[in-house]
Structures are given as C-alpha cells and as structure tokens.
C-alpha cells in the first residue's frame, strides 16, 4: 500500500490540508484514497513509535492501524496528516534545534511502516516567524526554556530534512514552504492525496479565508471557475493578482516583540532561512516544490 505522511511542520498548516482532503473523502475514495481522522491513528502511531524506540517489542501494528483507520480491500494509498506523528508540540524546538529529538521517531516510523511504500510530506517556515509563533503558542515551561537557550542564527530546517533522507532512505522526501503555500495549494492537495477526483477538490478554495479579506477566496474562485487557469503557472499569477488586492495583513502578522528581536535581526533570519531552503533544495531524493 501507499502511505503519504503529511507530518508538519506544527504551527504552519493548521490542519487545513487534512480537512480539505477529508471534505473530498466520498470522490478520492472511488481512487482508492483513504484519509482518515487524525484520532484514529495519532495516538497508535506515537505509543507503538515509543515502544520500538524503546527497544521494546510491538506485534500486529499494520494489522491495528489499518484496522483503526478503516483500510480495506479498496484502499491503494492511505493518508496520514498530522504534525503530531513526528512530535508534540513542546518538542519543536529547544531553542538551538528545530524538532531536535525527531530521529529517534523517523527510525521508529520506519521500522513499522516499511513494508509500505511511503511519501513523507513536511512543510517549513522562516524561523522569523516560527519562533515567535511557538512562544505565543507554547506553555510557560517550553516558553521559558526556549527563550533560555535561544540561538536564533543556528536554526535550520535542513538537519531534520537530511535526517528523513539518512534514517528513511526508501522513502520520498516532499518539501515546500508555508510562506508559498498559498501558490502551491492546490499542487499540494493533489501531491498529498496521490490524484484529483473527478471534478478537482471541493471547498478547495476554503484555505484563501485564513490570508483573506472576507470575501476574497470567494471572488478568486468565482474567477478561476469562470476562466480556469490553464496551467499551474497561469493558476499562480492569477492567485497572486489575487492576494496583492485582497490579502488580509491582519491576519498574517505575528508579533515578534515576544523575541526582542529588532528588524536587522530578522532580516539575518530571512536571509539565513533562505540559504538553507536552498540547501534543502540541492539534496538528493528532496523534492522541493516551489511556485
């Protein structure tokens, strides 16, 4: 079976992808695509990781998870869309590494997922902005041990992505990031799901109203139903026409001032988060999806 594992990052989809795909379950579901409720396979999925990291012995997991999420004779590729199968939330940073304690769980993932044929999804985010949405999100503690030990110009996305590569060889590495997510969208809805139903992904359009004015997704798709792009390049100008007029700046403010970071500093962040997106970008069996 295929297994696409869409594991984050936290703090960046909101589990936008997940319900869009599962608002389409009944038409992907004539293609063979199951993608069930995070409830009924987050927690088997991190207890049995704890167990063989642990060294301790696990039977009939793919018999339970495929019990769990309703797989059945039907079901080519099986869609798993949580941040939380990778970590908690308090695990995504300790100020000096993002997701620092991921590699003992992508070794145990793999140990109980391959005998599939698996595709991991993650999405990055410009640590300017990653960071201060954690500390507005996380708990005092977390908070509190974050801003201790922060070294904001040692964060880096690309020793977790080489991690997926060196710990999880046979699997494929899908990665973009969530400041070009709203030129992706739809790539990614298809890249995740395998395919697109008969008639494309409804209330697909839903995602433009967390960056849009109200109203605005539903001009854009109003526009693009009446003159459908005819090509993803074509799909992307348009969108960007779309946003420069009805973009809600409200919306994708984050408040810094939690950091005590000034504008040069965030601009080094940028610049570093850049270089390594490129890096991500130049390593082998990484696809990097941008607009």
């Known amino acids: 079976m295929e297994i696409a594992l869409h594991m984050g990052a936290h703090l960046t989809d909101e589990s936008q992808l997940r319900g869009c795909l599962r608002a389409n379950q009944e038409s992907l579901a ?9 409830r009924s396979f987050l927690n088997a999925i991190t207890e049995t990781a704890n167990h063989v990291a642990a060294d301790q012995p696990v039977s009939d997991f793919d018999a339970r998870l495929m019990g769990s ?11 798993m869309s949580a941040p939380g ?19 003992a769980r992508i070794a145990a993932l793999r140990k109980m997922l391959g005998q599939h044929e698996v595709a991991l999804f993650f999405c990055i985010r410009n640590p300017a902005t990653y960071v201060p949405a954690f500390l507005h ?11 201790e030990q ?3 110009e040692e964060l880096r996305w690309s020793p977790l992505i080489a991690d997926m590569r060196l710990h999880w060889p046979e699997a494929s590495v899908t990665v973009w990031c969530d400041e070009d997510t709203p030129f992706l969208w739809h790539q990614l809805l298809r890249q995740v799901a395998g395919c697109e139903p008969e008639g494309g992904f409804q209330n697909s359009y839903d995602w433009f109203d967390t960056v849009m004015v109200e109203g605005g997704a539903a001009r854009l798709e109003a526009y693009l139903t009446a003159q459908p792009p005819v090509d993803e390049a074509h799909r992307q100008k348009v969108i960007a026409a779309f946003l420069d007029k009805f973009c809600d700046d409200e919306k994708l403010d984050v408040d810094i001032a939690i950091t005590g970071w000034d504008d040069a500093r965030v601009d080094v962040l940028t610049q570093l988060y850049d270089d390594d997106v490129d890096l991500i970008g130049s390593m082998e069996g ?4 941008q607009p």
């Open 30 to 38: 004539a293609r063979g695509v199951l993608v069930p409720r995070a």
């Open 69 to 79: 999420v309703e797989a059945d004779d039907a079901t080519e590729r099986l869609v």
């Open 85 to 103: 199968i990778l970590a908690r939330v308090s695990e995504i940073m300790d100020g000096r590494a993002l997701y620092p304690a991921a590699t």
């Open 137 to 147: 999100r996380a708990k005092k503690g977390a908070r509190d041990t974050v801003m």
């Open 150 to 152: 922060l070294r904001s």
């Open 286 to 289: 990484v696809r990097l999806l």
